[in-house]
């Protein structure tokens, strides 16, 4: 049995439960209070020291982190399509996986917090500056593609999605970016797509 702790306001527990949605896999999902500081006591802090969500447990494996939750979970459940095993091929995934918690974090990610949490430690101006250049990157990486590598969806697009997804909430607008929102609404509709807040499900028309 998979069981997934996470906050319904994580981005990073979202990509986790959308992958797990899209494998279409059995889970239970079990809500950690952030706001009431559970994720820093001892039960919590048992199955991931880094006091963190969100964590994974399967079996007897527990896992933390959500990138390396999306690379096991590929691996586990998913096959060659969602991760490639070749070098050149698994390298150029790793690189969006090294995005998502370098510039994404620094900047959508960061800006979502400051805005939406209080995160006030965040320098704002920063946030929003590197937002804007991972945002001018990744609509120049999607000018002449459908998904960040290859023809078809990977984990890549999965955890560099959500915060891209949500970065209005940190005050950064996407009308700029064509391709980008393009993108989003591509994995929008993906079969098995759940939204989170701010981030709706998409309709289909009749």
Do not use: C
């Not at 199955?47 to 969100?54: K, R």
């Amino acid at each position: 049995m998979i069981t997934l702790y996470g906050h319904e306001l994580s981005g990073n527990t979202y990509k986790v439960r959308l992958f797990l949605e899209l494998l279409k896999l059995d889970y239970e999902y079990k809500q950690v209070d952030l706001m009431k500081g559970e994720h820093k006591q001892p039960p919590y802090l048992a199955i991931n020291p880094f006091g963190q969500v969100p964590t994974l447990v399967d079996g007897e494996r527990i896992l933390q982190d959500a990138q390396a939750i999306l690379v096991y979970l590929a691996r586990q459940y998913g096959g060659d399509t969602w991760l490639p095993t070749d070098a050149i091929s698994l390298s150029r995934v790793a690189r969006w996986l090294s995005t998502t918690a370098g510039e994404v974090r620094q900047g959508p990610e960061n800006a979502r917090l400051y805005h939406l949490f209080g995160a006030k430690a965040i320098n704002i101006e920063r946030a929003t500056e590197k937002a804007h250049l991972i945002l001018k990157q990744l609509n120049e990486h999607l000018s002449d593609r459908a998904w960040l590598e290859f023809e078809r969806p990977t984990i890549a697009d999965l955890a560099v999605f959500p915060y891209v997804a949500l970065a209005p909430d940190g005050g950064i607008a996407l009308d700029n970016y064509p391709n980008v929102r393009a993108w989003i609404d591509r994995i929008k509709h993906l079969n098995g797509f759940i939204g989170m807040r701010s981030i709706e499900v998409h309709m289909a028309t009749v």
